[in-house]
Each structure stands twice: as structure tokens, then as C-alpha cells.
């Protein structure tokens, strides 16, 4: 019986190359948007792997349950808070992602809203637009040279980040309670906790993933830590923030200032307190964009399906503890990346 993959959850139209792929390594594939049990039943229970572009329709504990054959779930992009993966562990079901589609983007997003918050740029723009001229009544006296970068998380987007920073030549620590001290020292990061993290930082950066334990990390005791001076980016999740509390530590400068891709709610009401504050910068959810994102997304999805296939480890996934139903090895040298994406 061929091994048969099941996109259940995407917006975009399928592109022709995807199905070619399947189709060269005789992969039974079926793209059906599946939003109700019966729909998920017909088209993914006999599924060996069952892929979510979209986080429009999350899976649940009660989904799993239809998907008989499922050893590996896929989801497109970095983040998995749309999936049971706790559940999906319990049931030897392997969680992979595609991170690398989305770091360079987000990596740069972040370091463009560093800029343009601490530079005060929006303001300048708007300024000079208005035909007010003054350049020292908007003065922008951030610099990031001698100033200290904390990184909260520190897995591929936020060593990209510390990696692009070091031209800027900051300070850079970060908290991330599994990556070795060592391992951060290599990339030229100094390990910290989380405490100190927010307590020394000049900026604090979040890129953590939204799990049950990060749900609202950054809270009233966090922001009443930081200095007064020093602004928050959130280029991650929005309910890994507690956003309530940072609009009162904005409101009653706790902090200087916010930059912010992600909210608790998207879109956000129109009357979310946020717009009315002149310390903040805002973008809808795009950072992970570039001129490459949607091939590169469609693209590492199927490379991890035709790994599943061939008994391959994926090339990234996020519940190393589980048992696989596949057996699974490690991908031989030879089957780099670029030569498996030539083939795509």
C-alpha cells in the first residue's frame, strides 16, 4: 500500500510541483480541506501523514483519534499551538515543523522593528509627512553598540538574530533553560536567567514557541523588571504575552516602548487599547514574509513527507521524547538538502 500523505488545512491553491514531487516518489496524496470529524475521516484516516498549512483549523485530542494510520503530523511553518502535541506524542505520532522557512524573515523583521521602535522612525516619517521639520524635538538617542539584547528562547530564529546583531556589536544574553550554556557561548551569547534577562536588558526580544507552559511568560512581574529605558519586541506568538499588563507597563512607563507582529486576539478589535499609543509599532503577523516564503513553505513541507516516506527523520520536529510508529533513521549525507529540493 503506498504511503499516502493528507493536506487537510491550507488557503492557497496547491502549486503543480508539489504534486509532481508526490508523485515521482509514488506518494498517494489528497489535499481536501477538512473542517468537520466526518470530512477529516473520509479523506486522512487512512493517512500515513497528515499536513496543516493553515492554523486556521487546529487539530484537537478528539481529531487524533480519527487519524488510524497517522505516524506524523506536519505543520507548515514554525509554530505547532495548533496541534495536540502532547496527545500526538501518547500516540507515537511525530510532530514536524518547517522553521526554516520562516527564520530569515523573522530574524530581519525583528531586527527592523528594534530599529524603527528605537529610532522612533514611524514618528519621523509621520512627522516630516505632516511638514514639521524639527529634527531634534523627535530625537532618536537609541544605538544598539554597548547596549544589551536579550533573547527569550533560543533556538533558529533567535540565533539568527543574534548572529545578524553582531554587526550592531550589543551585548547579547539569552534565556533558554534547554540549550547548554556552552553551545550559546559558541554563537557568542551569554546564558542567562530569565530573570536576569529581563532585569539587564536595554531590549528584550521574545522567540519562544506558545505551549501551555509559555502562555502569558511575559506578565506584570516581567515588564516591572525591565528598566524603564528598555523596549520589548514580540515576533513569536501574542498569547505568549499577557497583553493587559503590557499595556499598562506602557501606559505607566515600566517601559520605553513595544514593537509588535503578533496580538492575543487577530485580527485585534478596533478598539484595542495598543492603537492609541504612540510608544508602540505594530505589523499584522508578517515577519515570517520574504520574496522566497511560499515556495520555501511548500517546499519543506514535502521534504518532510518524502523523509516520513523514505523512513527518514525529519528535518526538524518538536517532541524529540516520542516513540515513532514509523522506523525511523537518520537521513544519509548524501540526501542534502539542496539536492532533495532540486528534485522538488
Aim: with cysteine; hydrophobic share 45%.
Amino acid at each position: 500500500m503506498a504511503f499516502k500523505v493528507a493536506l487537510i488545512a491550507y488557503e492557497a491553491e496547491v502549486p503543480g510541483f508539489v504534486r509532481e514531487a508526490f508523485e515521482r516518489e509514488g506518494i498517494d496524496f489528497v489535499a481536501q480541506r477538512c473542517r468537520t470529524n466526518e470530512e477529516l475521516k473520509q479523506y486522512a484516516a487512512d493517512a500515513d501523514a497528515v499536513w496543516m498549512f493553515s492554523a486556521k483549523h487546529p487539530l484537537t485530542a478528539e481529531n487524533l483519534a480519527i487519524l488510524e494510520r497517522c505516524g506524523a503530523i506536519i505543520r507548515t511553518g514554525s509554530g505547532t499551538d495548533n496541534v495536540p502535541v502532547e496527545e500526538a506524542t501518547r500516540r507515537r505520532i511525530v510532530v514536524a515543523n518547517t522553521p526554516d522557512g520562516v527564520n530569515m524573515g523573522v530574524s530581519d523583521h525583528t531586527i527592523g522593528l528594534i530599529l524603527a521602535l528605537g529610532r522612533k522612525i514611524l514618528q519621523q516619517d509621520a512627522a516630516v509627512r505632516s511638514g514639521h521639520w524639527v529634527p531634534f524635538e523627535i530625537f532618536p538617542d537609541f544605538q544598539l553598540a554597548g547596549r544589551t539584547v536579550g533573547l527569550v528562547s533560543f533556538g533558529r530564529i533567535a540565533r539568527a538574530v543574534a548572529r545578524k546583531l553582531a554587526g550592531f556589536e550589543p551585548k547579547v544574553l539569552a534565556f533558554d533553560p534547554f540549550v547548554p550554556s556552552e553551545e550559546m557561548a559558541k554563537a557568542g551569547v551569554q546564558s542567562a536567567s530569565f530573570e536576569q534577562v529581563c532585569r539587564e536588558s536595554d531590549v528584550v526580544s521574545v522567540h519562544c514557541p506558545l505551549t501551555s507552559s509559555t502562555r502569558h511568560l511575559m506578565g506584570e512581574p516581567q515588564f516591572r523588571l525591565m528598566k524603564r529605558s528598555a523596549l520589548f519586541i514580540n515576533t513569536s506568538r501574542g498569547p505568549v504575552v499577557d497583553e493587559p499588563a503590557l499595556i499598562k507597563a506602557l501606559t505607566e512607563g515600566w517601559i520605553a516602548g513595544a514593537a509588535l507582529d503578533v496580538l492575543e486576539q487577530e485580527p485585534p478589535s478596533k478598539d484595542n487599547p495598543l492603537f492609541r499609543l504612540q510608544n508602540v509599532v505594530l505589523t499584522p503577523h508578517t515577519a515570517g514574509f520574504s520574496a522566497s516564503f511560499w515556495h520555501d513553505m511548500w517546499t519543506l513541507a514535502v521534504e518532510a513527507a518524502i523523509d516520513f516516506s523514505r523512513g527518514y527523520w525529519p528535518r526538524s520536529y518538536v517532541n524529540p521524547s516520542v516513540q515513532p510508529r514509523f522506523n525511523l533513521s537518520p537521513r544519509p549525507q548524501a540526501e542534502a538538502r539542496a539536492q532533495l529540493s532540486s528534485r522538488i
